[in-house]
């Protein structure tokens, strides 16, 4: 309201009176703020409390939408979404299923060896590091413990068996939530369009279309490296003789969904495994992971990223090691396609905005 010219209210001017307001609008904004405070407060303990479910749900959600590819290739041969979306995810439960089945078998026949031979296997490896080995020795040849607890024993039992229960439970649930946006992620689209103004559904409808294409080809190439170093894995450890090829194998799989850090951690271990046979082993094993690195990073990865997006290491690498550190291993998982997305959104709105200016 212009005050200019306004005729005086109690003998006062107007802009007496305003000034004397002003410390309600300032407590009336401290209000606001502290009330947007507490929600957003409270907004993050019911995130912290239901941690899990937004885990499962992100986790499904991420597979609905790296199955998309596949289901869009399908869906261009004729075939239904939810007839095309339920073959795709059979396939992939059955391609995931064989590793994880092959590794409960090793770990059932071989881990009860592994753990009986854990300190023959810790000599060996000691042997064949001189007196770096012998330094070690001192250090592991503490004093066993005379007797075993029982309650201690079957307290490890009851947490295992718990844990197992859980880990089971969540799997079954995130196969049948990411079944489901599997199926429905056009809906869930053009569900999200809705909340846009129609103004901008058209640019963000294309915005989203390349974050699903993105973020699926993404996922698809990270799993199919990751398929194949745990092959390779396998196959070199049967080759030397390298003890628990199948388990090493899986193992490394899993690490390699990883970008980046999961096979050079993987080959990490697998070096160490190595070493109980031999130091000339270790040292071969230590050389096959850098070149496979290397062959990864200048000749497989690009040729896998040509047909999805090639991301810089400059941004790959602070994005895992960011997701790593705020939510642990779920953190680095997310943390490449969460890099895409902002890629994406910076380049279509950031950009034209500040060209405009």
Not at 188 to 214: G, N, Y
Not at 282 to 303: C, G
Request: hydrophobic share 55%; net charge positive.
């Amino acid at each position: 309201m212009d005050v200019k010219g306004a005729v005086p209210i109690g003998g006062q001017p107007v802009e007496q009176v305003v000034n004397v307001r002003r410390p309600r609008s300032v407590i009336a904004f401290a209000c606001w703020f502290a009330l947007g405070v507490g929600v957003a407060y409270l907004g993050f303990v019911i995130v912290e409390k239901l941690r899990t479910i937004v885990y499962l749900l992100a986790f499904s959600l991420l597979i609905g939408v790296t199955l998309d590819p596949l289901i869009g290739f399908l869906q261009r041969r004729g075939m239904r979404r939810s007839a095309a979306a339920l073959l795709t995810w059979l396939g992939v439960v059955v391609l995931l299923a064989t590793p994880f089945v092959l590794a409960v078998d090793a770990a059932t026949t071989q881990l009860p060896a592994l753990i009986k031979s854990v300190p023959e296997l810790i000599r060996n490896a000691e042997s064949h590091l001189g007196v770096l080995g012998d330094r070690l020795a001192a250090v592991t040849d503490a004093p066993a413990r005379g007797s075993v607890n029982p309650t201690e024993v079957l307290d490890y039992v009851l947490t295992g068996g718990a844990l197992l229960f859980t880990a089971v439970t969540d799997i079954v649930v995130v196969a049948f939530l990411s079944l489901y946006f599997a199926i429905e992620l056009p809906h869930l689209r053009q569900l999200a369009l809705k909340a846009v103004p129609a103004s901008r559904q058209v640019r963000t409808a294309r915005i989203l279309d390349e974050l699903i294409v993105l973020v699926g080809r993404f996922m698809l190439s990270t799993v199919a490296i990751a398929i194949l170093v745990g092959l390779s894995t396998a196959l070199w450890a049967l080759a030397w003789g390298i003890p628990y090829p199948v388990l090493l194998g899986a193992l490394v799989t899993v690490l390699s969904l990883v970008p980046v850090i999961g096979s050079t951690v993987g080959g990490a271990v697998v070096t160490l495994v190595a070493l109980t046979v031999g130091l000339p082993t270790a040292i071969i094993t230590l050389i096959f992971y850098i070149s496979y690195r290397m062959a990864e990073d200048y000749l497989i990865q690009p040729r896998m990223m040509k047909y999805s997006v090639e991301l810089p290491g400059v941004i790959t690498v602070p994005s895992v090691i960011l997701g790593g550190a705020m939510l642990g291993v779920p953190g680095a998982l997310f943390g490449v396609p969460m890099a895409l997305i902002l890629r994406v959104l910076v380049r279509e709105l950031v950009f034209p905005a500040t060209d405009q200016a």
